[in-house]
């Protein structure tokens, strides 16, 4: 039980249910951190937002360069990253709610965000 107490605290800001936002940030994690040619690794604190809409998820990592957004879907109950960028062939009805979101995000809302997010500069 105290599990589930945990992951809820930890996506709290997050949308979507908490046990799937807490699964997509740390895959997010390991996903940037599998890939990074840098010495320096990320850890939750460098993701600034989840959104889960059912079986499709979007994360956002604040790296060094800016914003970078990484897509998920869920596959037979596996999430399973999808790409870099918004992917073709998920219902228009997604990537308008993603967009969306993101778009509230860049006006200063906190719909979505990880309450332990660490803002870093860019560049």
């Known amino acids: 039980m105290h599990?589930?107490?945990l992951i809820a605290a930890m996506?709290?800001?997050y949308c979507g249910p908490p046990a799937d936002a807490y699964l997509v940030q740390n895959k997010t994690v390991a996903q940037f951190?599998?890939?990074s040619k840098a010495?320096?690794?990320i850890n939750s604190t460098y993701i600034s937002a989840v959104v889960v809409l059912g079986t499709y998820a979007e994360a956002d990592i604040s790296a060094p360069a800016g914003l970078a957004p990484t897509y998920w879907i869920k596959k037979m109950g596996v999430w399973t990253i999808a790409g870099?960028?918004?992917p073709k062939g998920w219902p228009a009805s997604i990537k308008a709610q993603l967009t969306k979101l993101s778009n509230q995000r860049a006006n200063g809302s906190k719909q979505?965000?990880?309450p332990h997010f660490v803002p870093r500069g860019s560049g």
């Open 84 to 86: 870099y960028f918004a």
């Open 11 to 13: 996506a709290a800001g």
């Open 33 to 35: 951190n599998s890939q």
């Open 3 to 5: 599990a589930l107490v």
């Open 39 to 41: 010495s320096r690794k």
């Open 112 to 114: 979505c965000t990880n």
